[in-house]
């Protein structure tokens, strides 16, 4: 089993900028792709960021403004979020993908979620 923690969410005003985290911890051989996904009230869960050995890959709407970053070491993964606007504002999930075993099965698992509120 594998458990992830995210740490980072609160309020900020448009314009300013938060770090999200996501410690991965458990029974983990290897890691496939960490990934962020994020959901607003009465809207669809939206992949934000991901990183995976083909590299990282941005929704549309964060390019340019968030950037998402790995410690291999650490297994822990992170959501640099710069120019924050209102309409950013969602439960934001650290997913992860991992094996236990070398050639073992991945499976995927995801974090609690943390608040971001943008908002003057």
């Known amino acids: 089993q594998v458990q992830l923690v995210e740490s980072g969410g609160g309020l900020v005003q448009p314009g300013g900028s938060l770090r999200l985290s996501c410690a991965a911890s458990?029974?983990?051989?290897?890691?496939?792709?960490m990934r962020w996904y994020r959901q607003a009230p009465g809207k669809e869960r939206e992949l934000v960021a991901s990183d995976t050995s083909d590299g990282t890959n941005y929704a549309d709407s964060v390019k340019g403004r968030f950037t998402i970053s790995r410690d291999g070491a650490k297994n822990t993964v992170y959501l640099q979020m710069n120019s924050l606007k209102p309409e950013d504002t969602a439960v934001y999930h650290c997913n992860v993908i991992a094996n236990d075993y070398s050639g073992g099965y991945y499976y995927n698992y995801w974090g609690q979620g943390t608040q971001v509120t943008v908002s003057s």
């Open positions: 458990g029974s983990i051989f290897s890691i496939y792709a």
